[in-house]
């Protein structure tokens, strides 16, 4: 399977964000997720997980990016509980307005 853009999937039953990548039969494969609760119109974005096997390719970053900004666009606040959103936000100050008070 090569390398290539995320599509990521919001499941917003699961509260859940899902990453696949195509495979070469084009079936989505899971890469991984986002999960979250959500309060109103704040969502505290609690856990990203990439699959170990698909680890070090920048995935974690497309998927949280992706979830980012689906946030500002649907007009929402988040708190980053996960350490890896809050690491990535530190690193990307422009979604610095997205974190509620």
Partial sequence: MADGTLEVT???????YRADLIDD?????E????DYTQDGDRLALTHTVVYERFGG????AQLVKH??????ANG?????V???VQK????HPEYQDLISD
Avoid at 31 to 34: F, K, L
Avoid at 67 to 72: E, G, T, W, Y
């Fill in 82 to 84: 996960c350490s890896y």
């Fill in 10 to 16: 919001h499941l917003s039953v699961q509260e859940r």
């Fill in 76 to 80: 929402q606040t988040m708190v980053p």
């Fill in 31 to 34: 890469v991984g997720y986002v």
């Fill in 67 to 72: 979830v980012l900004d689906d946030v500002r």
């Fill in 25 to 29: 039969d084009n079936d989505p494969v």
């Fill in 88 to 91: 990535y936000v530190e690193k």
């Fill in 57 to 60: 390719r920048g995935f974690a």
